[in-house]
């Protein structure tokens, strides 16, 4: 089965500008999370939806970030205005209805902030 | 609040020795506990997972992991190491019913399997 897609694998944008991030999860997977992972650190989830619906997005941070998930298959998320400390692998994962769901990641966007 | 520690940044192991990643977690109450593996320039790939039942849990690749209840801890284990297991490899908590339905992962652990 294909994977988890996401684009763009690389991007480099000044601070302050706008960043958009593309995520296809494998088909019939309900669910799907955007992780944020700093150079040195484990990933942190940022949002989990669960088909249209927000689960947790306690860790998102709203002021300049938001995620969307139109009609319980694509999402992007963003970044506006970015600043130097959002430099880090963004991820997006999704799993299979059943519990506990092991998470299927894509190879991640690498965002440098200059 | 739930948390997950990996004691280690890296562990280096000669391949065909028996190699252990450590990782020790805090949650309320039973904790969903899983490995993941990171190569380079690919995404974490799941590894294994304890959802209840028998404390020794066999997972892909060879890798298995020992459940410990009165540790709290959770670590990774290869009878037989290999070059090709050389990664980043994260270990996740998630509670079972409380908390919500986030993972919590650790910082990562870097083994180094030398030939």
């Known amino acids: 089965e294909a994977g988890v897609a996401q684009s763009p694998r690389y991007k480099i944008i000044e601070k302050r500008q706008s960043v958009a991030f593309w995520c296809n999860p494998i088909?019939?997977?309900?669910?799907l999370y955007w992780y944020q992972q700093i150079l040195g650190q484990g990933p942190k989830l940022l949002i989990q939806f669960q088909n249209n619906g927000v689960v947790d997005d306690s860790q998102l941070p709203k002021d300049r970030f938001s995620a969307e998930r139109l009609k319980g298959v694509d999402s992007t998320l963003k970044i506006q205005p970015a600043k130097l400390e959002d430099s880090a692998v963004y991820l997006c994962?999704?799993?299979?209805?059943?519990?506990?769901?092991?998470?299927?990641f894509g190879q991640g966007t690498r965002l440098t902030v200059v | 609040a739930q948390s997950v520690a990996q004691p280690e940044d890296q562990v280096n192991v000669a391949e065909g020795n028996p190699l252990t990643v450590k990782c020790t977690y805090s949650?309320?109450?039973?904790?969903?506990l899983f490995w993941y593996v990171q190569y380079p320039n690919r995404g974490l790939q799941f590894l294994l997972k304890?959802?209840?039942?028998?404390?020794l849990v066999k997972g892909s690749y060879g890798f298995e992991a020992e459940f410990n209840k009165s540790q709290t801890s959770f670590h990774l284990k290869k009878p037989s190491a290999l070059v090709s297991d050389s990664a980043l490899y994260f270990c996740?908590?998630?509670?079972?019913?409380?908390?919500?339905?986030?993972?919590?992962f650790g910082a990562g652990t870097r083994l180094f399997v030398k030939a």
């Open positions: 304890y959802i209840t039942g028998d404390n």
């Open positions: 088909s019939g997977h309900a669910t």
């Open positions: 994962a999704s799993s299979p209805d059943r519990d506990p769901p092991e998470a299927f």
């Open positions: 949650v309320s109450g039973n904790p969903y």
């Open positions: 996740a908590v998630r509670p079972q019913y409380t908390g919500g339905f986030k993972t919590i």
